[in-house]
């Protein structure tokens, strides 16, 4: 039997992203089960803490932001920045956690407008089963989406520029959260320009594949229709 506690962490998280091997998996949880645990804490904190079981719920939600894709997105990181996976993990429980108390004051003030996401653009998690027609269409949008990126970003920060863009929509970071990463180094201001860029480039892209023409005054700046109130 192979002893995953003995492979760096490239090695592992490709298992992981590439298999069903539950001794990989048991692995990746006693590696990053306290740094998870801890991030969501912490970041409780600055908002004045919450229950234990909340906080198991946010380690689990934590996971699921992870291992979406079969873990892919944190495999492809772990390439390009191996050294800094913990710190990626960290950022994105305590990305939950905001998240998690955001939606609380949300609902705590009533404030009566929901959000409309360009589905277009910014894929929803999955409805229905593995292989459901939702799922189909989910994975199709995404494989477009991608090669729509990879037309629209080239030379030495090509990798860096793909990392930010699916962090920000795929695993939901702000832009603070991107740029505090290690190697990305981009100011707030520097990730914002180029989601704002990258955005644009890849709605314009997708749409002249469909022959549709390109009207940027239809979405706001950060490619999404303006919100509804109801």
Known sequence: MKSWSSQDVTE???ACAESNEVGA???FIKRYHRPISLSVIRTARRWGGLAQEIALDLVQETY???CDGKCNLLYNFALSHPEAVEGYI???AANVTHDYFKSQQAVKHGSGAVLQVNEELDPQALDGSVGGVAAIEREILLREIESC????TEGVAQERDRLVFW???QQGLSARAIADLPNVCLTVKGVESLILRLTRMVRDRM???QGIPFNDSAADAKGFRPAKSY
């Open 64 to 66: 699921l932001k992870l």
């Open 90 to 92: 960290k950022t994105i």
């Open 167 to 169: 962090l920000y929509y």
């Open 149 to 152: 990126l990879d037309f629209c």
């Open 12 to 14: 592992l998280l490709r």
């Open 25 to 27: 998996w048991d692995e």
């Open 207 to 209: 749409q002249s594949r």
